[in-house]
């Protein structure tokens, strides 16, 4: 059974940082690329950042680029999301979730960590 | 970047009647070399993470209920869920794959019973 577990979320002051991570079970974790996507509270779904298979290729959302780091441990089976310099607008479920080729659906998505940026 | 725009914000449908959803993208999805559309739909139930239902816009996800269809095509896509139950109770997201490394989703219609 294909299993994404997120964790690391919790309080953080505006400025600080955390770190996620997705644990990932029942498929073969290195064939597949990864990604985060968030949802603000009362906000639809907006997609944050992705990894391809080997870590070479490393996308991400305009509103994140220089604060976020994704990585992944593929002997871990392990995604992460590194945040730095976080803002209140960076509220928000993150969910890791796959996809199995470029051009690809998310198909499989983990239950969601809350990650709340507040004073 | 290719911005997604669903039609309605929300909707209440009676058990039983049909529930229509619009998704207009920016830009045309259909990839010539393949002649595919690169379009997903999304269900997302409080407390649950999204779930994929249709791909392509127009297949079914294994395990998807058959009252769940996707039809369109290039700009211009539809969710149709033919009979509405109870269990569908949730907001929906277009998405478009097409593009990479950028994946945009509609802003999300929220499905209730009337």
């Known amino acids: 059974e294909v299993q994404l577990v997120e964790s690391g979320g919790g309080l953080v002051q505006p400025g600080g940082s955390l770190r996620l991570s997705c644990a990932a079970s029942?498929?073969?974790?290195?064939?597949?690329?990864m990604t985060w996507v968030r949802q603000a509270p009362g906000k639809g779904l907006e997609w944050v950042a992705n990894?391809?298979?080997?870590?070479?290729?490393?996308p991400y959302v305009d509103s994140v680029k220089g604060r976020f780091t994704i990585s992944r441990d593929n002997a871990k089976n392990s995604l992460y999301l590194q945040m730095n310099s976080l803002r209140a607008e960076d509220t928000a479920v993150y969910y890791c979730?796959?996809?199995?080729?470029?051009?690809?659906?998310?198909?499989?998505w983990g239950q969601g960590t809350l990650v709340t940026v507040s004073s | 970047d290719i911005v997604m725009t669903q039609s309605p914000d929300s909707l209440a449908v009676s058990l039983g009647e049909r529930a229509t959803i619009s998704c207009k993208s920016s830009?045309?999805?259909?990839?010539?070399?393949?002649?595919?559309?690169?379009l997903a739909w999304y269900q997302h139930k409080p407390g649950q993470p999204p779930k994929l239902l249709i791909y392509?816009?127009?297949t079914r996800e294994s395990g998807v209920p058959d009252r769940f269809s996707g039809s369109g095509s290039g700009t211009d896509f539809t969710l149709t869920i033919s009979s509405l139950q109870a269990e569908d109770v949730a907001v929906y997201y277009c998405?478009?794959?097409?593009?990479?490394?950028?994946?945009?989703f509609g802003q999300g219609t929220k499905v209730e019973i009337k």
């Open positions: 979730a796959r996809y199995y080729s470029l051009m690809a659906p998310f198909d499989y």
């Open positions: 029942g498929f073969t974790f290195s064939s597949y690329y």
């Open positions: 990894i391809n298979q080997d870590g070479s290729d490393k």
């Open positions: 830009q045309s999805v259909l990839y010539s070399s393949d002649n595919k559309n690169y």
């Open positions: 392509w816009a127009s």
């Open positions: 998405q478009h794959y097409y593009s990479s490394p950028t994946w945009t």
